[in-house]
């Protein structure tokens, strides 16, 4: 079956500016996380949802982030006044559970101008 | 907070050798310890995972070892061959937050005929 996917898969904006990045899980997978991944680093929690609701967003930076998943399936994290510090790969992860091995997307990379 | 130091930041063998690659934490213990491969450009893939109670986890030519007394984990790939090269992940699971997962930097491995 198809794998976690994430679109864009790259995205340039300019400081200041809002983006929308998106996530679609496999299908069935109830956990859904977002991580950011810097160079030379490893991947950075931001948040984790359990079906609709975020479980854990202690990850997230500061109050312009913000991340959403209605309907339990797809989620979109939205950054609000991009800085050119948000620059990064924004990696989506799916398990059937929490606990259970990861599944990640591509991820998007992010780079603000 | 959680750190993980993942032993060297690249290592180098000989095709046909076994790796060795190394991953200690402090503060707490993690339920769950976790190990991923990550190819340029794309996102972890997952191999392993090894729960607090178990000392050894074995997939074909993949070893993972856990000791909770020395707060290391030990990931061995043997009979190495050229595309074994990547960048190699561990990652930690407390049990507690709800699978979020706490990586180290990784190893870059290279394997060369």
């Known amino acids: 079956g198809a794998g976690v996917s994430q679109t864009p898969s790259n995205k340039v904006t300019e400081k200041g500016k809002y983006v929308e990045l998106r996530c679609d899980p496999i299908s069935g997978h109830t956990a859904l996380y977002w991580y950011r991944q810097s160079l030379g680093q490893g991947p950075e929690f931001l948040i984790y949802f359990q079906g609709t609701g975020a479980a854990d967003d202690s990850g997230l930076p500061n109050d312009r982030f913000f991340a959403v998943r209605p309907e339990g399936s797809v989620s979109t994290l939205k950054i609000q006044r991009t800085e050119r510090g948000d620059s990064a790969v924004y990696l989506c992860?799916?398990?059937?559970?929490?606990?259970?091995?990861?599944?990640f997307g591509p991820g998007t990379r992010l780079t603000v101008l | 907070s959680q750190k993980i130091e993942q032993n060297s930041e690249a290592l180098n063998i000989q095709e046909g050798k076994t790796a060795t690659l190394t991953c200690n934490y402090t503060?707490?213990?993690?339920?769950?310890l976790q190990w991923y491969r990550q190819d340029p450009g794309r996102g972890p893939v997952f191999l392993l995972l090894i729960r607090e109670n178990e000392k050894e986890k074995r997939k074909e030519r993949l070893k993972v070892t856990f000791d909770t007394t020395l707060k290391q984990s030990l990931f061995h790939i043997t009979a190495s061959q050229p595309a074994d090269s990547a960048t190699y992940l561990c990652?930690?699971?407390?049990?507690?937050?709800?699978?979020?997962?706490?990586f180290g930097r990784g190893t870059q491995l290279t394997v060369w005929p």
């Open positions: 503060n707490y213990s993690p339920a769950y």
């Open positions: 990652a930690l699971d407390r049990g507690s937050t709800l699978g979020r997962l706490y």
């Open positions: 992860a799916s398990s059937r559970e929490a606990h259970n091995e990861q599944f």
